[in-house]
Structures are given as C-alpha cells and as structure tokens.
C-alpha cells in the first residue's frame, strides 16, 4: 500500500520541500509557519534555499542570544538604491529567530557564533521577527515559539519569557521580553514620531560586510545580492566599520556600538532628540557625543553625575552608568535587553577612560551659615 502511494506523494514532498515563502499583503497569519520561510528535516530548522542568511557589521545585543536573519524578494523583484541606501519592493520578508545553544542540563548558554541553521536538539529558539513590506511600507511582528520548539505563534502584545543563562561567573536567572507592536517601532522608526518603520540591520552600510557563500568564500552581503538578481549593482562604498573588530581603534569601535545600539532614538530627528545626544555617527562636536555635557532629560537616570561622558573618567560618566544599569528607569538601550552587555561596557569604558582632557568643577552654591 505504501509503495504504491510513492508515485503520488513524492511530487507533493518534492514541491513542499522547493516552496516558495509566501506573502501576505493584508493578513498577519498565526502561525510562523505559514509565511514558508523554513524548512525542517528532522530536528532540523533551516531556512528555505530561495531566502538569503545575512548578517550585519555590527550585531545588536540582546540578552547574548545568537540571531539566525534571512531576506527574501519576491522572483523577479530587486532593491533599489536611493541616495545610497536599499529600498526594498513590495512584497520582501526580513526575518531574525532569536535562539540561545543549549547545555547537557537544559540550561541557555551564551551564543558566539552566528549559525545558518539550527538545531532543535542542540539550541532553544525564543522567538522570530519578521519585517513584511507591504505596499504602504514595512510592518513589524513578532511570532514566540511554543516549549515543543514545533511552532511560533504572532504575539501582538508581545510576551515575557523565564530564562536561565549559563555563563562564566554562573548561572543567571532573567526574563526575555518580547517586543509589542509599539516597541518594534520604537526602535524602527528613526523619524519621531510619524516616520516610516524600516530596516536597521538590513541596510547597505551594515551589509557591506563579508560573509561565507557556498563556495567557502567570502564576499560581501550586497555582491551575495546581487548575484541573486536582488540588486542591480552594489553601492559604491567602503565596508562599514564593526565594534566586534579588535584590529580597530577604540574610537571607531565605540562609535559603530553606539550607531548600532543608540544611533536609532539618538539623532536629531529621533525619539530621544529632546537628550541632544547625537549617537548614530552624525555628531559634529564632541559636546553632541555627550563630552562634559549635563544631561538635559535623564531624571533619576543620571546616578548623581554631572556630565553624559567625563574624559578619563568612565565611572563618572552617565552614558555608561546608563549601560551598566538593569533598572527600567535607568538602563540603555530601554528596549531589546534585560541583561548588560558586558563585553559593550569594556568597549565603551575603555574608550573614555583613554579620553584626554576634564571637564570643569560644578559651581556649587554658599549658603551664610
């Protein structure tokens, strides 16, 4: 009986196995599965041969779990360059599973490397976030996969999951959160408060970066693009300067980590632009990086220091008290961790501390007495 249904269901395993991801204009399905982004064999979680597994210069933290990001355009579509940056057509789906590789003992462990599939018997995915552009922009969701590891399911309102993280001090117990609808623009829409939503990691600047292809190469991510016939032709310009690189000078590294990480609310046109801290790369005086600069809007969240960054003086400087901080009233970035980054805390510490100069001495006030 078998045998003589294979003639039948071997065109049909076939045809699932080379689906095309499907789109959905109006719809936000349930299921994750339903936008056909992935494939399983087995325990296998692997992206479909028709998406593109990319990774930026400059990986965003977000309590040290490894993200798996793909890019999709519809057959016979391309991005368009304008002004330099990608515009993508209508119809493109981004995507970023957040997972964490798993020990012997069940515990999360800290994610090194980024993988280009994953494992269900040796990683823990939280959740996967999609960008879907639509004909009136891009739309952010967010899909938390069910303790079975066998689908994720859209969570508008975001959720809260207990997690405990192996690492080298021990074991930290935490609460990963998932954004809302409003908190994934609050990071995505960089023109406060009625810009477009748009990509942060998927952009030109940070895809300039070099990644392996099939062949055991590297090449950068636009060229992998544009051998797909997603892109014309790649920009012309240099590749984008990574913090993660330890062969570049602490001042470069320290302004590609606050790019990433803070460039997005902190910019003259951003949801923090009321702190004038100008943190996307974009400053033109250090007064704007926060040099001996009192801080305008931080409240209770300037820890009784004076200045955003005092020369030589990391820990009298608010910009990285604020890093070192888990407090919602007090921590930055305010969304995306409930951990600190404590490899992004020794970047930015040793980058003030070889700071030269001071500032001045408060002007404090006599009483009569």
Not at 25 to 32: D, I, M, T, V
Not at 42 to 62: K, M
Not at 188 to 214: E, F, R
Not at 216 to 230: D, I
Request: net charge negative; charged share 20%; hydrophobic share 40%.
């Amino acid at each position: 009986m078998i045998r003589s249904l294979l003639p039948v269901l071997l065109p049909a395993l076939l045809l699932a196995a080379c689906a095309e991801p499907r789109f959905y204009e109006q719809e936000n399905p349930q299921r994750l599965s339903d936008w056909n982004l992935f494939r399983d064999e087995g325990s296998r979680f692997i992206p479909r041969e028709q998406t593109l597994v990319f990774a930026p210069a400059n990986p965003l933290f977000t309590d040290y779990a490894g993200k798996l990001r793909t890019m999709w355009l519809p057959a016979g579509e391309q991005a368009d360059l304008v002004d330099g940056e990608l515009e993508f057509p209508a119809g493109s789906i981004l995507s970023k599973t957040f997972y964490y590789p798993t020990g012997a003992d069940g515990l999360l462990l800290e994610s090194v490397d980024q993988e280009n599939e994953l494992d269900r018997a040796r990683h823990r995915m939280i959740e996967t976030r999609l960008l879907v552009r639509r004909e009136d922009g891009w739309h952010a969701m967010a899909y938390v996969w069910n303790e079975e590891q066998t689908e994720a399911f859209l969570r508008v309102a975001g959720a809260s999951v207990p997690a405990s993280l192996q690492r080298a001090s021990g074991v930290t117990d935490f609460v990963y959160f998932v954004p809302n609808e409003n908190q994934c623009a609050g990071c995505h829409v960089t023109v406060h408060p009625d810009g477009p939503l748009h990509p942060l990691g998927a952009v030109a600047g940070q895809l300039t970066a070099a990644a392996a292809n099939p062949d055991g190469g590297r090449q950068s991510q636009l060229q992998a693009m544009q051998e797909r016939g997603w892109l014309d032709a790649p920009p012309a310009q240099s590749a984008a300067a990574s913090w993660e690189n330890s062969r570049a000078d602490l001042e470069t590294r320290a302004l590609a980590y606050m790019n990433i990480h803070c460039g997005h609310c902190h910019n003259p046109d951003g949801a923090a632009d009321t702190s004038a801290l100008v943190l996307d790369g974009n400053h033109r005086n250090p007064l704007e990086l926060g040099v001996c600069k009192t801080p305008v809007a931080a409240g209770g969240g300037a820890g009784d220091l004076l200045y955003s960054i005092h020369p030589g003086a990391p820990e009298r400087s608010i910009l990285l008290y604020r890093m070192e901080s888990s407090e919602l009233d007090e921590m930055m970035p305010e969304l995306g961790r409930s951990l600190a980054h404590d490899e992004g805390i020794a970047l930015i510490r040793d980058w003030i501390a070889a700071m030269p100069g001071d500032c001045p001495e408060p002007v404090r006030a006599f009483g009569n007495g």
